[in-house]
């Protein structure tokens, strides 16, 4: 096996993630795996035509910048980053799909993720970090975010977020923050696109139906914990999850005194979704109407592109066929004078004799 057919593979493995399908199965490539051949430069390489650099397991400290700036998918994973700069991607911003995970990065300087509005899918799990960038929320692009394996702060991500203007402009699809240290739900205000949300081993003391009410599209939740809920909220989860067609990947670990059925007068109460879900189910009819009218737009500019197209080329037709015409009658017209001039010269022979 060659070292183009390893990059090959590795960016055919990328385009999953952009689909989410490494959150719902796909292994990740191990150390191992990368060490079957060690790269000395970056290897590029195509996959559903998107070009990208496998540049993982390199013992890089940082960005290369000697890379082609039109790259789609930068696999950086598996090395030694410890900081991104704002000027780490700043000649790459075509990159679609990102690879970040396992490094060392501890701090990301305001700025690095800014000007990535093509950026579709991240991975920044199994770092170092203590909050996320809040500039990732404002990418118009943005449907998958990795954040897992993270030692973050829940008073600095708090704050942090405060800063954070919503609804977000990122159309977040998939949310993964496992295993982040987390004591409660983020607030991430309305999350109209949000499909998938992982938040498994987290010790969530706080936890109620109502932190799901701003995810009014969520499908899929994966919640595995080390977590002992009582057995109230735990029926109010599930009833709430029920309710809501949310399909649950791992059952919750209720703690219930002697195995014995518990009465909940408010687990009914409990379910009710907030305001929040209003202005989720809002948002959604608001950007079905946006796409509607895009759409539309859209086809009434074909439709007048193609209308202009038709008229210029009648016009053309129009005008070369009349060039022809005039271009027949000056033949003519100048046939017509020769033989005229010519009958006028015998005529003059004739009287002369």
């Known amino acids: 096996m060659n070292i183009a057919v390893v990059a090959f593979v590795s960016l055919v493995y990328a385009t999953s993630f952009i689909d989410g399908t490494y959150g719902s199965g796909m292994a990740m490539p191990t150390a191992t795996d990368k060490n079957l051949l060690k790269k000395e430069y970056c290897e590029p390489g195509a996959a559903y035509k998107l070009f990208g650099y496998d540049c993982s397991d390199m013992g890089l400290v940082d960005v290369p910048q000697n890379l082609r700036s039109s790259v789609k ?48 899918a991240i991975d920044l799990s199994s770092n170092t970090l203590v909050t996320i960038s809040i500039e990732l929320f404002e990418l118009p692009r943005l449907r998958n975010l990795y954040y897992s394996d993270n030692p973050l702060s829940q008073d600095r991500i708090e704050a942090d977020l405060k800063h954070l203007e919503k609804p977000i402009a990122a159309p977040l699809q998939k949310l993964f923050m496992a295993e982040c240290s987390l004591t409660s739900i983020l607030d991430f205000g309305i999350l109209p696109d949000l499909v998938h949300l992982n938040i498994s081993f987290n010790v969530l003391n706080e936890i109620t139906p109502q932190q799901f009410s701003p995810f009014c599209n969520l499908r899929t939740v994966t919640i595995q914990n080390s977590t002992k809920l009582n057995p109230c909220t735990c029926k109010s989860l599930q009833a709430y999850f029920d309710r809501r067609l949310i399909f649950l990947n791992h059952t ?71 060039a022809q015409r005039t271009k027949q009658l000056e033949k003519q017209s100048t046939k017509l004078r020769h033989i005229h001039q010519t009958q006028n010269g015998n005529v003059e022979v004739l009287l002369t004799k």
């Open 252 to 322: 919750f670990d209720c703690q219930t005194p002697h195995e014995e059925e518990v009465y909940c007068s408010e687990s009914v109460n409990a379910t009710v979704d907030s305001d929040e879900y209003n202005k989720c189910l809002v948002r959604v009819e608001e950007k079905i109407r946006e796409e509607k009218s895009r759409e539309m737009w859209l086809r009434i500019s074909i439709g007048l592109g193609v209308f202009f197209a038709i008229f210029i080329f009648v016009l053309y037709y129009f005008h070369r066929r009349n």
């Open 73 to 120: 998918i930068l696999d950086l994973s598996i090395n030694r980053i410890r900081e991104l700069k704002k000027t780490s991607f700043k000649r790459y911003s075509d990159i679609k799909l990102l690879y970040l995970f396992d490094n060392k990065i501890k701090n990301i300087e305001e700025g690095t993720f800014a000007h990535l509005t093509n950026l579709e």
